[in-house]
Every structure is written in C-alpha cells, then in structure tokens.
C-alpha cells in the first residue's frame, strides 16, 4: 500500500502545482469533480469566442436554444435527457453509465425540406447507456420526455470509453501489490509513474465478454515527456468494471530511457543549445475582418458556400447540408450532406508481446471528439479565427464544455487560384492573376501522445480539401541499445533507434472519411469510375502508337465500387447526379481526388484487420442508410469486425441512381525518425472533393485581382 | 498577298493599342527591336527590387560584379562573350544564331571549395551556336578572351528553339497563298489569325534533318482568349530556317467555337453576371520586415537555410549549394548541391492527324526559364516578396532582362509546425504549438496556353517542398458538336466538350526535378530502399498475425534505382551518406517522399515516350556527371531518345558510396472538365525532400510559438 500512498502524494503535490498554475488537473478527479464543468478544469469556463458576427447571440452560444435541426443538443436539452433517463428504474442504478448522449439527427427527407424560420422538427437524443452489463441503444424524445426506441446492441463490442473509463484505468493498477511490486523493482518510483489504457481491441486470441483494458506505464520523473519514458515490457489486463487487474505481463526488464533532451516545453528548452535563426513575426491579416458569418454559432457562409459545423464526441467535427450558390443561377446547390472522419485505424507493427495490441481505432474506441483539446489561439489558428466550444457529456448525463475545439479561420498562403500570362512568342498585353483564398475548419484531437490536426479546407472554386496532420509524441518502445552498433545483424528492431533505449516503432495511421455526397441533392446519384486505359493505335492510323483513352463505368452495386488505387491503373471516382446534364450535356459531378494514399497490408484475417476491414480498400460507395455511419462499426472497443463498412458493402447492394455515401480512406506510413524525437514536425495528407462539370465554367472567373489598395497598413506591435 | 498586307495592318493596329496601354508587343518585332530591351518591353527597364538587404547593391543588381561561382552571366559578361564569339569568322556570318549563353559553371570541387572572399574561379559561358546548319557546343572563357572547348553535338536533335524562331513561326504561313486561301475559305479574317508552333517533336516517321515546325492557328476575333477559337485541322509544316512552308495539312471544316464567354481579363467580365460572395482584404504582413535575406541578389539566407538562387533560361531557376545550419553543432552542412527542373513532358491523348505530335517537352524545346514571365506583384507573390530578373541573350548574342521573373516570399499559412496537447486522460498541464512559417521561391512559365507555377518551399525544419501548379488555358480542340446528345455511342472525343463546339483533350503533365543531392558533402551517398514487407508471424508467435516490416536494400548500381512507385509495396527512398552515422548510429539522410504520383502509360517504342523516356520511371539515381544535366538530352528539339536520363541509367554504372543524382517526377494526369473554361483553376502536386536521420532529433524544438505582440497592429488600407 505504500505505492498507492506514494500516488496519493503525488497527486496532491501535482494538485497543488495545478492550482498554483490555474491549470485543470484531472488526473485525481472523482467522477462527481470531473462533472464540476468549473472545479474540472478553466477549459470549462464559459469563455466566450472573440469573433461572432451577432454579438447579441454570443453571450451563450450553447444556451438552450437550438435554431437548426442538426444544431447538438444544448446544455439545458442534455440535463433534459440525463432527467428522462434517470426517471428509467433500470437506468437509475448506481453502476449505470452513459456512453455517449449525442443528438438523434432527424431524418434526411426533413432536414433537407426544412427551412429557415419552419418549426425545428422534435429534437431528439440518441443515447447508449450501460446498466447491469447490457448495452441499451436509445432514443429519447427531449419535449415528450418519452423514450421512443430501446435496443440492446446485437453486434459484437461495447460502446465508446467514458473519459471516467479512461481515467479510472490510470489509477486502477495501483491497487494491485504485485504490481507496485513489478515497478518497485524495476527501480522505479511509485509516485513518478504514469499509467495509460493503451490498447481495447480484440485479438482473437480469447473472447472475453466483458470489458478488458490493457493498461501500460511511464515514468514521469524529470520529464513531463513521460511517453519517451516507457516502463518496457510490463502490460497489466485490466477490468474496467471491477477495476481489477486480470493479468500482469512483466517480461524482462529493459532498461528505462533517460529523461534528458525529452522535454520540448518552451519555458524549459529555451535556454537549450539548439542554434535557431529566429524569425521575425509574420501573420495573415483582415484589416476589414474575416468574410465568413456564422449564424447562431453553427451556420457556416463564406464564399458561396454555406455549411452547418458541430462537434461530436465520436466524429470531432461533423459538416452538414453543404451547399455552394451557384455563380450563374445564384441558387444553392447541394454538394454533400454529411462528411466526419468516421473512424481511424493505426496498427503498430511490432507483434511481440507488449506491442501486438496496439492497433487503435481512435474514434470509436476514446472518442476523436473527446479528445480534442481547445486550441491555443495565434499558434493553432491564425489571428481572427472564430472558436466554437463542443458541449459534451460525462458517465452520469451532465453536460460540460470542451471550450475553443474548433476554429474556422480564412487563409492566405500566397497561392494563386487562376493566372494567365500571355508568352514571349504572342507578347500579348495579359497577365491576369488571382489569389488564392480559402476558408479552414480545423480540430486538434490528443489522442494520448499522437496530435491530430484535421481540417476541412473549403475554395471558392468549389473544391473541399479534408486534411489529417499529425504531430505530437510518438509511441516508443524501450530497448536495451545506446547505439546500432551493438545490434546483431540478424536482430529486427522493428523500428528506428530515435535516442538511446528508444526505439520508434513502425506503425500506419488511417483515417476513414464519410463523404454522404448529395451532387444536386440526394436522389439519382450514381458513382462513376473513368478509367485512363492505354490504347494502341492501329497500322498506319498515326505516327502514335498509343495514347491513354478515358472509359467511363457506371458502378451498378456495391462491388463495382470497392476501389484500390493503382498507379498504373488510373482512375478517376465522379460522384454525378445521373439526372442532370450541364448545358452542353456533360453529367454534373465531383470527383473525389486521391491523396495520402498508403494503403493497409496487413492479412485480413488479422483481427486488427478485421476490426478495420474499412481499410481493405480506399474508397468504397454504400447506399445511403441512416445507421451507417461508423466505419469500424457502431461498438468499436474489443469488436470483432462484424459491423465494419466492409460486411455492408460485402452485400453488394444497388448503388445506381441512388442517395449514395462515399468512403475516403486516408493513409500514412510511418517508420519513424530522428527528427521525430522528442516531438515529431508536422506530417500532413489531403485528398479532394472537386467540381467536375458541376459548374457550367469556372466558377471564379470575376473575382477581383488583388490591389495595393486593398491591403491593411500594419505596424509592428512592439512600437505600437 | 493580301493576307499578308492585312497582317501588317493588323500588327499596326496592336501596336498603337500597346503603345497606347504602354505594353509589350513583340509579335511585331523585328529581331533588333527585340533585343533593345528597352524598346522591348517595358519588363525590361531596370525597375529595382523593393527588398534588398544590402541596398547600396541594389542599383543594379545584374550588374558586372558576379559574387559567386554559380552566379549568372552578367549583361556585361554576355556582351563578351558576343564579341568573343564575333571575333571567329565562322561565327560572324549572316545566319550565324545563338541558341543558348549562359554561365558555364566550374567545376563541382571548385565551387565546393570556394569560400566568401576568395577569387572567383575563371569565369566561362557555355554557348551553343548554330552555324551553316551545324550546331557547336563551345566554352568561352570570359577573361581570355579564349574558346576553351568546342564540340558539334553528337546526338540527335536540335538546341532550344529562340524566342526569335518561334515568333518568326507565328508569321511565316501568312507568305503562303495556299494557307491564306485555306483561312479565308474557312471564313476567318487573315488579320484577326494567330498562329503558334505547336510542336516541335520528332514522330518516328521521316527523319527531316532540318528545323521543321508544326504551326496552328486561331482566331483572335472577339476574344483575347485564341486558344479557345482554334482553326481546327489545319496544320502547317514550316522550315524554321527558309521559313517555308512545307507542307499544308488542311482537314474538314470544323465550326469555329464562339467567342462568347472566352474572355477572361478583369476588366472585361467585371459587368458579368456571375453571382460571386467577394471576401474582404487579407494579407500576409510582416510588420519588421522578412526574415531572410539575399546577399549580391543571389545568396538567400532564411532560417537556418542557405542557398544559391538563379535564374535559367532552360530550367526556370536553379537552387544550388543547399546547406543547412545543424541547431546542435552550428556547422552548416550540405543537402543538395542543385536543384532544378530539369525537363517536362505534356503528352496529348488524340492520335489523330491534327493533334499526335502535340507531345511537349517545354525546357528543353522552349525554354522553361524563357517563358517565365514577370510575376504580377500582390497576386503571384504576396506583399513583402523579394524579385529576381532574369537576364537572357537574344539569338545575335544581346543580353536582355526578364523583370521580375522569380519571387522570394515568406508563408504563413495558418498551418502548424509541431504541436501537443495532454489529452483529458493525463490531464497534464500541457499545450505546446508552434504555428509554421516557410520560404517560397517561385516562378511561373507561360508556355503558351498552359501556366506552371514552380514553387520550392522551404521549411525551417529542414524540408525542402518543390511543388507544380498548372492554371492557363487549356490547348483546345474544335468539335462539330454542341451538346454530347449530338455524339454517338461510340464515337469518343479524346475528352470532354467543354462548351459548344470545344473540347478539352486529355493530357498528362511531367515534371522531371534533377536533385543533385549531396548529403553531408558529394562523396560516399548511397541510394536506399527501405521497404515496408508484409510479413506473417509463425504459429503461435503472437495474437497478431502479420505486420510491416521495414528492410532496407542499398541500390549498388542504376538499375537497382529505376523506380516504380507500387502503393501495395511501399518503399521509403533514402540517399545516405554511409560514412556519417547519428550519435545512435543511424545513416544520416535525407528521403523523397513522392507526391503527385500519376506515371506514363503510353507505350516505350511511341517515339514521344522513347524521347521522353525519363519519365519511365518515377525515380531514377544516377552517378553525378556534370553532362548529365537535361533528362532529355542535351538537344530535345526533333530529338530521336537518344541521349535521355534512360538511356544513361541504363548503362548501370555503380551508385553506391559515390556522389550522386536523384531525379523525380511529379505527374499529373488531366481530364478536363468545364471548370477548366475558359482558363483554369490551379491544380497543384508537391513532393517533399525530407531530413531522415539527418538530424539528432527535431531541429525546431526551441522556436518561439507565437503571443499577441509579436503581430502586427493593422488598419484597413481605405481608412487611412
């Protein structure tokens, strides 16, 4: 017992240094502090985003009053729902746990007719509550207070993690004395460790029908940049509903890395050696501020685009009714009804003991949402960015605010949208150039050591660019060696030596998009692969022998649209409204343009593979079906893949002329690198979603130049 | 002859409007006028860049004083070497042409070992005369006075056509009455003509043996924009040196696409009716300043870059002495010795008599750098950039000066360089980010119709990004349709009807970058694959049954490195120097991390692919020598594949522990869509060049992130 003393020390000395610091410390939260939106932590005060274009509504902008039918459910509407719940005999028991209190979108068909100034159609909960063991999938009528539809999963899987979940594994291990045992003779201090649920697959190994979690630790000691400190070889199999520990796998002991060079905090590091030619501050300015409204904190127009953006616990970000203002007929035009990073999937490549099992499905296992921290402003987004606050819910049902987890921001980099210069042979007197400007969605989600950075990137030509950085801290591996010398040359590290006794271990990301493209609405699309196939001319038809000619294939089922890239298989994938031509006939579309392309390798029948058997190809096409919506299924944690995008797709049903959904798998390689030590540079993929004769021409032809009579007059604030 | 006298008139006509607009107007130059820069263009006259950070140099700046080995020949070296070559009777003769003059560098080791203070290496000119018919290839030595060397080109093909060939090519059909008969039967007005030489290929039928010229034309009438009003069908054939006409390819009539809606210039289409949401002013502002500098107009120091900078008539601009300040050591140490876009590859998809040979390979037939026009300040480059001129030489050996024709610019783009936040689980006090700023030089080629846009972004990390944009105009074919419901079910059109009477034909663009790579100096680099293979566990072994593994394989000859990038067999691509190792001894390097990804399927005996058959491959490493420079060869113009980077790597000389060039090719293939009408948005592909290893851990651990006074105080530019 004495760790767990230690711990407690620890705890209140870091307690102490978090108060001192006004910083949020949730480390030794009970689950009631943690629901104390403001003793939880200052993320939580309701700051207030310092761009709103009706100040009049900025005073609470997740006040109760929500003014659009996918508006998220409202403070007031989520105590509404933990009530209706609680007022359940079934549900009132101590044990039972809220998973995950989201709103229920209403159907399709209504938000779609639904206009501005109608009725909002009845709002609705979608809830999963735990109680006994059972999972319940429920749908709770917020005005009627009655619950209107009550399942209890049939899939394999339990539902997302609770942040208390996750917590509570921190501190669970501590209470076993074998364990302190292990870490006190690994010389390690009880009150410097740090512990992580690091894995909740499945393996395939053992099914174990209730909910496991392994758990592994580091050492804090001398370096807040514990991940770089990890206690090597020692997994404890956790009961997250008991909190006992199952099993203790304490292989051999590995020597710890040392804490040196592993803090990258500016207040510690800049008195570092590291000879840096610092930069003079740059910034991108709106002397008029930004172009972009946001009505009622969720309704997106910049440009002609007009989008709904909220967050979610599960997805991050979710964009909704994406519409664009056709520049010819001024009407808006549908584009995409719902586009969300769907799941992600990120195998470790390292199948021994302690590593095997990281194989994380972020979104559906910790919640990609959940874990988006607020962004730090002027660093995380460029000055006049708006901020919007997610609103989320904890195990017991109350609300509480992830401030600042979004911003929306316009960016200039110093691109040009469209140029033309006439050339020394013609000399003519042209030379027309436009900036580029364009408007960014972005999120920031902590996944534990590894930073996403997703944005949505929207131009004024039409053109959506998703796009998944990654940053943070990689997932390390102790080692006994200080240099490659000392390796055998038969010997496999399964990755790269980053620093003495660390090694990066290879590992993929995939991040799975939902695309629900509605190209002029819902009905008739249809999925069109044109096909680049070289062809040979015939004897004598040219002095070309070949060319590549483009061959246009309807997919007619779900099998015709299971795609793996190839280079030397060219394609473009048009999503086209089979029933409207543009003015010269062609079939109006967007086309989806590959980018980030890695693609998974690993066997499918590996359970990691076959819980992400969405990442079996890159992009896939389901009909529209309301329930799917996560591709690794609805239940991700210890899943054994029997609800992924791949089973319904494996249906094979109709996809012609239909409301069809369009899956984009984005992917990375990563064996990592030196540089990546102690935190890794940014690593960014994008793909696009493109206009292809959607518009009758380009649909920028008369934005204006830029001229010097447009740009701000700046000084520096130093002199101001 | 009455064609001819409309020309003229129609040249008068131009004329008094550029004079009018005080614009440039070559296409009635004379070749004397031509090379009066001043006359010329007003691009010429010696407009002084507005940021230099020495300005007591900033007079004139491409002035007589070359600071550098590597920098360009200066006006006043060029009239030298106009006089040297003069001097030889040979030379002096009516006829005698000038193809090329620039600086012939010295030799690597002399520039390698050349420090700040030193003398200067002799200064030479690499000159290619064209004689009687027979082209030399000389080396004059500037000083002396003296032809060091002196070859007649061995390969096939002919040198880079002069601005002063191809504006001869636009008005050498109208001397024909058969060509104006067939214009004027086609209902086309001989004054509103403009014709282009379009190609320049050879295409395996005849061997001409002399400088013949495929030459098209449109119609100028009602539009600017020509290109979309082509005379389809009819092709001359012109000898570039008699100026006669050859022979007349002259197909059906083809209806003229309408002028309407062509035009594209800001001044003309402001009073359209597109509807288009216009955004408020934004800029990138630098309230002290850049932050890097260029010494002697060619050195450019940012961050803890530093490089060489020029511009070239062939590649566009060249980058050399590549060297980073390491943060640990403070010692600047090599990455790439030069970098440059070497060659292009613009293959058409119509085998048909009026469109296969419109095969492009623009450095090497046009000049990539002589199309580079002056950047348009505020919307190619934004406020704050830094701009480089140009100094080219006429066919009779005059210098002449293309302002503006690269940009230095710093980018904000609102990205991110590193971040990390705690996640809720740790609760840590932890938000570190810091926002990322790179460096950017650009040029933008018009090459007739199509604009390329070469930017290389440089990151303070140490990544280098080259990137391509493509905007301009498409080269377009005339169609008797108006609607696709005209087109019968199995006719196919090599592309998409853009609008009436227009269509876009398929396309590919390539793009081949020489990177002379030098990693920690020239000797002892090596080219590694690092492999990612499946790889199945044993029975028992682990839960998990597969995973990557990375296996490395040094490329000991070039065909080892004849690289086709395969996304189901993943590889990273290193160059290492294998005599440095990291403190943890891994191989210092740096890896391509390949982008824009689309490769050439037309055949290996098509004469376009067999003279461009260095984008056979995606990537190729080949054993540095200094007369490997072009990948097409030295000569491309009617060149027959014989001299290309193929043919070289096919020798498959050792590659290993030697010094070093790796050559990528970022393709893109193009179907084009209305959009694309009448000029297109940018589409863009990057590749990375990136540090692995190379580094003893992140070099930007200790930049600053930003805080409100660092940035600017700006006012709207209207208000002030």
Redesign the interface.
């Known amino acids: 017992m004495e760790g767990r003393n230690l711990f407690f020390l620890m705890s209140i000395i870091l307690l102490l240094i978090?108060t001192f610091?006004n910083?949020?410390?949730?480390?030794s939260?009970t689950t009631d502090q943690l629901l104390d939106c403001t003793t939880y932590?200052p993320w939580c005060s309701s700051r207030k985003p310092f761009f709103l274009r009706q100040p009049e509504n900025s005073k609470n902008h997740y006040a109760d009053f929500p003014n659009h039918p996918l508006d998220p459910l409202t403070i007031g509407e989520i105590q509404k729902v933990k009530k209706i719940v609680n007022s359940i005999a079934e549900f009132r028991i101590k044990g039972c746990v809220l998973h995950s209190v989201v709103l229920e979108e209403p159907e399709k068909e209504v938000v779609l007719n639904w206009r501005r100034g109608h009725r909002l159609p009845p709002r609705k909960a979608a809830v999963v509550a735990r109680a006994l063991g059972v999972v319940h999938v429920l749908s709770v009528d917020i005005e009627t207070g009655r619950v209107t539809r009550r399942e209890t999963g049939s899939y394999s899987g339990y539902p997302i993690l609770t942040?208390e979940d996750?917590?509570s594994a921190?501190s669970a291990p501590f209470a076993n004395s074998d364990f302190n045992r292990s870490i006190i003779q690994r010389g390690v201090d009880l009150a410097d460790l740090?512990c992580?649920?690091v894995a909740a697959g499945w393996?395939?190994?053992i099914e174990e029908k209730r909910r496991v979690i392994k758990v592994q630790c580091f050492t804090l000691k001398d370096t807040?940049n514990f991940y770089m400190r990890p206690i090597e070889g020692l997994t404890v199999l956790l009961d997250l509903d008991t909190q006992q520990v199952i099993e203790i796998s304490d292989g051999e002991s590995i020597p710890i890395p040392k804490a040196a060079?592993t803090d990258?905090?500016?207040s510690r590091?800049?008195k570092?050696?590291?000879?840096?030619?610092?930069?003079?501050?740059?910034?991108?300015?709106?002397?008029?501020?930004?172009?972009f409204t946001i009505e009622n904190n969720h309704l997106v127009k910049?440009?002609?685009w007009e989008f709904h953006l909220k967050p979610d616990p599960r997805a991050g970000v979710i964009i909704s009714r994406v519409m664009f203002?056709?520049?010819?007929t001024?009407k808006m035009r549908n584009v995409m009804y719902k586009g969300f990073t769907s799941e992600l999937f990120v195998?470790y490549?390292?199948?021994?003991?302690a590593w095997?099992?990281k194989t994380y499905m972020d979104a559906g296992e910790y919640g990609f949402g959940?874990?988006a921290?607020?962004l730090?402003p002027?660093?995380?987004?460029?000055?006049n960015?708006y901020y919007m606050d997610g609103v989320f819910v904890a195990a017991d049902g109350t609300p509480y605010v992830r401030s600042n987890m979004i911003c929306v921001?316009?960016?200039?980099?110093?691109?040009?949208?469209?140029?033309?210069?006439?050339?020394?042979?013609?000399?003519?007197?042209?030379?027309?150039?436009?900036?580029?400007?364009t408007l960014?969605v972005r999120m920031?989600a902590?996944?534990?050591n590894y930073?996403y950075?997703v944005d949505w990137e929207f131009?004024?030509?039409?053109?959506i660019r998703p796009k998944v950085?990654l940053?943070?801290?990689l997932m390390v591996k102790g080692s006994p060696y200080?240099?490659?010398?000392e390796v055998n040359q038969n010997e496999?590290l399964?990755?790269?030596?980053?620093?003495?006794n660390i090694i990066g271990v290879?590992h993929?990301h995939y991040v799975t998009f939902h695309l629900d493209m509605d190209i002029d609405g819902p009905s008739n699309n249809s999925f069109v692969k044109?096909n680049?196939q070289?062809e040979?001319?015939s004897s004598g038809?040219?002095?070309?022998?070949?060319?590549?000619?483009?061959v246009r294939n309807v997919a007619k089922t779900e099998k015709d649209a299971q795609i793996?890239?190839?280079?030397?298989d060219?394609s473009?994938f048009h999503v086209i409204n089979s029933n409207k031509?543009?003015?010269?006939?062609?079939p109006v579309g967007y086309k989806v343009v590959p980018?980030g392309?890695?693609?998974s390798?690993?066997?499918h029948?590996?359970?990691?593979?076959k819980r992400a058997a969405f990442t079996n190809n890159q992009i896939w096409v389901t009909p529209y079906n309301e329930s799917e919506q996560w591709a690794a299924g609805l239940f991700v944690y210890q899943s054994q893949g029997d609800d992924t995008l791949a089973v319904w797709s494996d249906r094979d049903r109709a996809i012609e002329n239909k409301d069809i959904v369009l899956w984009y798998t984005l992917g990375f390689?990563h064996?990592p690198?030196?540089?990546?030590?102690?935190?890794?540079?940014?690593v960014?993929s994008s793909f696009e979603i493109k206009?292809?004769?959607?518009?009758?021409?380009?649909?920028?032809?008369?934005?204006?130049?830029?001229?010097?009579?447009?740009?701000?007059?700046?000084?520096?604030?130093?002199?101001?």
């Open positions: 978090f610091l910083l949020p410390s949730p480390l939260h932590s942040i996750m917590i921190t740090a992580l649920p393996y395939g190994k807040i060079n990258y905090r500016y590091i800049k570092n050696k590291q000879k840096i030619n610092l930069l003079k501050p740059i910034s991108i300015e709106q002397p008029n501020g930004p172009s910049w440009a002609n203002e056709d520049p010819d001024g195998p490549m390292d199948p021994s003991d095997y099992f959940l874990q921290m607020p730090d002027l660093n995380d987004c460029p000055r960015a921001f316009e960016r200039y980099a110093g691109d040009i949208g469209w140029r033309h210069a006439e050339c020394p042979i013609t000399g003519l007197p042209i030379r027309e150039v436009r900036p580029k400007v960014v920031a902590s996944v534990a930073d950075i131009q004024n030509d039409g053109l950085g940053s943070g801290i200080v240099n490659m010398n496999y399964y990755g790269t030596l980053l620093s003495e290879i993929d044109v680049l070289k040979m001319t038809e040219s002095p070309r022998r070949s060319y590549l000619k483009a793996k890239l190839k280079l030397y060219p473009e031509k543009s003015r010269v006939g062609n980018g392309t890695a693609a390798l690993l066997d029948n590996d359970p990691p593979q390689h064996i690198c030196q540089e990546d030590f102690p935190i890794m540079p940014t960014s206009p292809v004769n959607f518009f009758e021409s380009n649909p920028i032809l008369n934005i204006p130049p830029n001229s010097p009579k447009d740009l701000p007059i700046c000084k520096a604030a130093a002199s101001a």
